[in-house]
């Protein structure tokens, strides 16, 4: 079992940046795969990043590609995600996820999830 909860959301302008953390527990979590998912309203969880569990690989959808970084920090339990020059399209809540297998960009693949943080972006 691994528990993440996840905090840094908020209320921004367009351009501006914001960071997300993810605090993940749980017994070795961190051979897990951690990452990112939004969902704006009316629409699917769709993938933002994802890092495996010894930080060797990282994926990033397109759209996000050049603003985004993802990093981990498995001695502080956390994975991050740096988010800058937000655009109005990034609004969503943001969730934290882990995965136990292979890597997939489906969200129905990945095992456990945070409560999600807001994230808006005001033009």
């Known amino acids: 079992q691994v528990q993440l909860v996840e905090s840094g959301g908020g209320l921004v302008q367009a351009g501006d940046s914001l960071r997300l953390s993810c605090a993940a527990s749980?017994?070795?979590?961190?051979?897990?795969?951690l990452g990112w998912f939004r969902q704006a309203p009316g629409k699917e969880r769709e993938f933002v990043a994802a890092i495996l569990w010894n930080g060797g690989r990282i994926y990033y959808t397109d759209s996000v590609k050049g603003r985004f970084t993802i990093s981990r920090d498995n001695a502080k339990n956390t994975v991050y995600l740096q988010m800058n020059s937000l655009k109005p399209e990034d609004t969503a809540v943001y969730y934290c996820?882990?995965?136990?297998?292979?890597?997939?960009?489906?969200?129905?693949?990945?095992?456990?999830w945070g409560q999600g943080t807001q994230v808006t972006v005001s033009s």
């Open positions: 749980g017994h070795t979590y961190t051979r897990y795969t």
């Open positions: 996820g882990a995965e136990s297998g292979s890597f997939s960009r489906n969200y129905a693949g990945w095992d456990y």
